[in-house]
Every structure is written in structure tokens, then in C-alpha cells.
């Protein structure tokens, strides 16, 4: 009777194990499935917008809303992807938390694009390809709605197997490889493609040879300085007001350029202004927060803390500006033409285009944004709040003047260049190599081994080779497999066209 009992008591309890478990996997699949969901909606509501916005003929409304639902969908994809670049160091650094990371970026984003993304749009909608030269009108939409969508494609792939590539690579690939395969070899603007070629090297080295520098910089003169404290508050209102005559000089070359067009002179001093004027009221702020610490390397790494938030934002505001060019270029395109046959050699770009790019950014961050975050904030180097001020620093200026000079950089080049110069800077600096090994240390094959490596030095690294290899290898294959994507998607689409017709 007792076992009777007790069987059944365990039968009770399993049922409810059973239960507890059926009830954590359907919350699990709810929490899964809500990302999904709210960008599904986001696209629903994007397409609509669009063709609230435009009066188009009945048979064009199709390949509107398509445009808009995919513009959409692109926008989501990088702010999933790419932003993870610009928010990685500040959270790597220990310095913000992903969900504060999140929110930053997600607002200097949509204002970036929205401010000052309109220059970039162009140079991406309409110089990669010439679209006079032997292409039909319907053609050239085609081609843009397949160039978006393999780039979106490819950056979705890339999302899931938490892969960080450029989306500037996707959109560039795409636009080549359905222009080829819409008019041949000769739609392509070679020209303009070397130049986009040449700035993808010299983004990355760029960027890695400004945040090596500045990195030298801040260990030079506050961290193996013996009063580090007191260094500290001389330099670090500097760097400051670094960061504020660099964002001044964007905002009046890009941002405010419709309301302000200010001389060059008037844009070095108005620069040179604002750095003494950061510079000078960031002083007393970082006197009283060195009040508070001591000289410990630690210690002295939090004032730099602050500057890093200003970096990442200002990061952010850049790749607004320049990224939106991803993902609402082909749309801003395919626009045009509904307004202008002829497809010019320049297009306006709709204030609406603009705020499907700027949210798409914003919500693709905020929905599945923090999986790529920490990929580039932890897994190639070691950050602290200094070494991650300088990777977002670095980056933010290399943008900038890609920005400035209408170039569509890869900000993961420069991102990533940046932590690369980062990490080789500390190898070279920081490297345990002074101390001999001891023979224990090692286990050589022999005894004959032993004795002969006794004098070898360790030699520590500090950066994950095999990132260095799998970045490399994502550069290279990104451009190719957006273009070959791409001319699959325009030849289906024109099939799917004729049969229909």
C-alpha cells in the first residue's frame, strides 16, 4: 500500500516536471517568435507607407510596395549586422551594457541617417552603374529590386551564423552583379568601383593606424606615467576636445549643410573652436571624477569612460549617415524613375525613403542587434575602456571622412581595422617576451629540444589569428556571392515577369 503510495506520488510530480517544461518551451518559442513578429509588421507597415507616399500607375504599385518592403528589410539587416561594429568596443570595454549600447545607437542612428545620409544615397543609387548606357526603364528596376534583395539576403545569412560582414560589400556586389547580368560588362562604372575597391583597403589600415596611434598616445602619457592621475587630468580633456572639434567639423560639412553651407576657413575654425571649447569645459569634469580614484591602472581606466559614450554615439551618427546609402540607395532609385522616366544622373531622395532606412536601422538593432555585439567587442582582442575609446574614435574619424568625400566605406573594415591595430599595438608593447622561459615551461619532444629552446622567448598574442582568417575570408567571398545572388534574382525576376505578362 505504501509503495502504492509513493508511485503515485512520483507520478504526480512528474506530471507536473512535464508541465513545468511544456510551459518554459512555449515561453521560449513566444520570446523566439516576438522579434520576428514585430519586424514582419515593421515591413507590413513599410510598404504601406510607401505607396501612401507616391501616386503611381496601377501596374507599378506592385513594384513600389516591393521596393519599400525590401528597402525596409535591408535597413533591418544592418542594423542587425553592422552596428554591432560600432557598439562592440563600448561593451567589450565593459563600460555600457548591451541594453543601454542598444538605445544609444539605436538614436544617433536614425538621426545620422536622417541628418546627413542624403549625399551618400546618391553616390551608391547611381555610381556604381551607368543606367543609360543600353538599359531599359523596367530593366533598371528590376535590377535595383534584385540587388537589394541579395544583399538583404546575404546579411540575413550572415546575421545567423553570427558572422559580422560588411553591407556595404552586400549592396555593392548586388548592384554590380545584377548589372551585369541586366546589360553586360559595360552597365558597370569600373572607375568608380576601383575607387570603392581602393577605400576598402584603406579603410581598415586607416582606421588601425589611428587607433594604434591614439592608443600610443594615452599609454605614453597617462598609463606608464608613475602619477597617472595627475596625467590623466591633463590629457583626457584633450582627447575630448579632439572628439569635439571631429564631430563639429562633420556636422558642418554633412549635417546641417541644407541650412548652413559655411567656407573651409569657417569649417577649421568653427572645429578649432569647438575642441577649445570642449577641451576647456571638460576639465573641471575630469578633475572631479580623478578626485575619486587613484593611480591604479584600473582606476584611471574609468575617465575614460565618458569620452568612450561620446565616441560610440558619435560612431553611430556616422554610420547613419553613411550605411543608410545600404539600404535605401536601390529604393531612392527605383523612386526616381517613377517621377523620371529618363532615369537622371541624380535623384532626390523622398524624406519618406529616408525614414523607412533610419527606422529599419533602429528597430533591426533593437530586435536582434546584441547577438553581434559581443562578437566584435570580446572575441578578437582584449578592450578596456581606453583601448575600446580609441577603436571608436578611430573609426568614427575614418567614417567621417569617407562620409565627407561621398565614399561607401565598409564601417566593419574601419571597425575592425581599428581593433586589429588595437591588439598588434599591445603585442608590440605589452608582449611578456623580456622573461627567458624556463625549461618547465615548455615540453619538448627531447632532451636535446629542451636544451636548445631554453633560450627562446615567449612570444604571447594577443589577437585571435583565427578571426584575423575568417574575416578575411568573409571580405572576400561577400562581394562575389551578393553579385552572383543578385543575377540569380534578376534573371528570376524577369522570367517570373514574362510568364506573367
Known sequence: MKNNQIDQSNRYINDLRRLDYTHSQVKQRRTTLLPFTIAALFLVIAGIYGSMNLDVAPEDIVM???AAVIGGYMALNIGANDVANNMGPAVGGKVLTVVAAVIIAAICESAGALLAGGDVVKTVAKGIINPGDGVALDDFRNLMLSALLAAALWINLATFLNAPVSTTHSIVGGVMGAGIAGAGFDLVN??????????WVISPVFGGMVAAGLLYLIKMKIINQKERNKAARRWVPILIGLM??????????????KIWKPTTDAIIFYSFLAFLTSWIISIPFIKKQALKVGDRKKEIYTLFNFPLIIGVA???????????????????AIVSTFTDPSVAAKVSIPLWVMVIGAAGLALGLLLFGPKLINTVGEKITRLNAPRAYCVALASAVTVLIATAFGLPVSSTHIAIGAIFGIGFLREYMENPDKKRLKPSHILNPTAQDAFQNVHIRLRRKLVRRRYVVSIGAAWIITVPASALLAASLFYVLQFLISTVQ
Open 64 to 66: 513600389l510596395v516591393s
Open 190 to 199: 569600373w572607375l568608380t568601383m576601383s575607387k570603392i575597391a581602393a577605400s
Open 244 to 257: 569635439g572639434g571631429a564631430f563639429t567639423a562633420y556636422m558642418a560639412m554633412k549635417g546641417l549643410k
Open 314 to 332: 558619435l560612431l553611430c551618427f556616422a554610420h547613419g549617415a553613411n550605411d543608410v546609402a545600404n539600404a535605401v540607395g536601390p529604393l531612392a
